[in-house]
């Protein structure tokens, strides 16, 4: 019997969603930072998942090229793309896109004004950078998946400690 990420999710933990365009590149690897720090502080009140806005590369892993800057620097990306569903909204506690585009597009799909409220921008959690997304490395070179990786270890571990302050302070 095939299981579903949402009859995994257990409702009494704080549930993240990461998404960006096509959830093989930046949100994908969002999912495997958050779960490496969830890991290394021993906090398990946190499910952690990613989608994307669309569903082009729906039922694939990640893009290689983001499997291998996150694996060396020892995150393990093993995320299946997925589409951002309407329960998404319900079931998530914050949602997160990379980018401006990807918090508008959620938006126009959130419902109510309290599904709304979930949505934040990634950058929202930088601790030390001034950037204000999370560039899509997609048709770029190494260095845009060396940048994306920098700005995901940094606004991932700020994102952690907001949870820390605001949720279970």
Avoid at 129 to 147: C, K, M
């Amino acid at each position: 019997m095939e299981t579903h990420k949402e009859d995994q999710m257990e409702q009494k933990k704080y549930n993240i969603l990461f998404v960006c365009l096509g959830n093989i590149c930046r949100s994908a690897a969002a999912e495997a930072v958050m779960k490496s720090i969830l890991k290394k502080h021993n906090d398990e009140r946190f499910y952690v998942d990613s989608a994307g806005i669309l569903s082009y590369h729906q039922g694939e892993p990640a893009d290689s090229r983001m499997r291998y800057f996150a694996g060396q620097r020892g995150y393990d990306v093993t995320s299946i793309s997925r589409p951002v569903k309407g329960y998404d909204f319900e079931q998530f506690d914050i949602i997160i896109g990379m980018d401006d585009s990807n918090v508008e597009d959620l938006k126009e799909r959130a419902t109510t004004i309290e599904q709304e409220s979930k949505i934040h921008k990634m950058t929202e959690f930088t601790t030390r950078t001034s950037a204000t997304s999370v560039p899509d490395p997609y048709y770029g070179g190494n260095e845009g998946f060396e940048r994306v990786m920098d700005l995901l270890e940094e606004t991932c571990e700020g994102l952690y400690q907001y949870l820390i302050r605001t949720i279970y302070a």
